[in-house]
Nanobody
Framework: VQLQASGGGLVQPGGSLRLSCRAS????????VGWFRQAPGKEREGVSC????????YYSDSVKGRFTISRDIAKNTVYLQMNSLKPEDTAVYYC????????????????????WGEGTQVTVSS
């Protein structure tokens, strides 16, 4: 099982980025994927997830209305479209999968995921 996150970069406040998480060794049809982030000196935060069965989604309050998670089964890839970016969105973003995802796990902040991808840096600064 592998997850490869990409798409991070430097963007000005108010700008947009799209992160990608390419999965291998398992299918998104049967496994949920979540996005997490961690800023220096801060705890890891569960940002969003998408379930496998009905594509139900979860967003943390800090990104609701600005971020959108989606998936492409054919490409076995999950995306995180991030709009209206703020400096406080600056962090390393990780994707992960675990049988316990999605909403209940995120709401309870149980972040012990089975598999993590390497992070991608997002910096929002003028």
């Amino acid at each position: 099982v592998q997850l490869q996150a990409s798409g991070g970069g430097l963007v000005q406040p108010g700008g947009s980025l799209r992160l990608s998480c390419r999965a291998s060794g398992f299918s998104l049809e049967f496994n949920a994927v979540g996005w997490f982030r961690q800023a220096p000196g801060k705890e890891r935060e569960g940002v969003s997830c998408i379930s496998s069965s009905d594509e139900s989604t979860y967003y943390s309050d800090s990104v609701k209305g600005r971020f959108t998670i989606s998936r492409d089964i054919a490409k076995n890839t999950v995306y995180l479209q991030m709009n209206s970016l703020k400096p406080e969105d600056t962090a390393v973003y990780y994707c992960a999968t675990d049988p316990t995802l999605c909403r209940a796990t995120m709401r309870s902040r149980r972040y012990g995921m089975a598999y993590w991808g390497e992070g991608t840096q997002v910096t929002v600064s003028s």
